[in-house]
């Protein structure tokens, strides 16, 4: 019975390890876009709305702090102003994106980041480890208290990718997500990511990450019963 079952497993490895090494040798598939922004409820009647001067944009994102819902505004024609309509009671950060490829934020994250140089390694390895099918990252900034970190991350794909169909999509990736992962031990792990944009990009090697800038007037902006205007916001790059 052994020796039939040897001789059996010995007729079946091959062909079990030309699957695998199949598997891994195909090109990367793009994960489904899923729906990133939250769908407003008429019956929500909260407004944030402003003019920007220094840029055009392409993207404004209403974050909620606690980081489950994302909305996307409607902006003006020229990209010189963005108007978020029907958002909920609460208190929201800002993100936006620039059509001269730079990203503004008044994200939540929590004290800076100032660790060691060992839990710093760390803590990249496992922001790397968190996705591994976008091949390059940036984390832009970060927080940490009490063992957890926050972390706005940029990811970008500019290799081969399929769409669900086989066709290959001739373009690269780009996505911002914030990042939240706990320390075990000397690592740290991922318990939770956010998808906050994802777009393709012009299909070239070594694409460039946005340009990152923190604005303070961008977080914590408070939604209640009435509009919340915030004037002109001046984006031009310091």
């Given amino acids: 019975m052994r020796g039939l079952g040897s001789m059996q497993f010995g007729k079946i490895y091959p062909t079990l390890l030309a699957i695998v090494l199949a598997f891994f040798s195909l090109p990367a598939r793009a994960d489904g876009p899923g729906r990133i922004y939250t769908a407003p409820l008429t019956t929500d009647s909260g407004v944030i709305s402003a003019k920007v001067k220094g840029a055009a944009l392409t993207h404004a994102l209403a974050v909620e702090r606690d980081r489950s819902r994302v909305y996307l505004a409607a902006l003006d024609p020229d990209g010189a102003g963005f108007r978020f309509v029907n958002l909920p009671v609460g208190r929201f950060d800002l993100v936006l994106v620039t059509k001269d490829n730079r990203v503004l934020e008044g994200l939540a994250l929590g004290p800076q980041a100032a660790l060691p140089q060992n839990r710093a390694k760390h803590l990249e390895a496992g922001v790397t480890k968190a996705d591994s099918f ?28 399929l769409r669900g169909s086989g066709e290959e999509l ?22 939770r990511t956010r998808h906050l944009y994802r777009e393709e990009t012009p299909r070239q090697p070594g694409i460039p990450f946005l340009t990152h800038r923190h604005l303070p007037a961008l977080g914590g902006l408070r939604v209640a019963g009435s509009p919340h205007d915030l004037g002109i916001l001046d984006l031009t790059s310091p």
Avoid at 134 to 160: C, K, M, P, T, Y
């Fill in 170 to 191: 001739n373009a690269g990736l780009r996505r911002l997500e914030l990042i939240e992962l706990h320390e075990a031990d000397d690592e740290w792990q991922m318990v």
């Fill in 134 to 161: 976008f091949n390059r990252h940036v984390s832009h900034r970060g927080g940490v208290a009490d063992g957890i970190a926050l972390v706005l991350v940029e990811r970008i794909r500019d290799g081969q990718i």
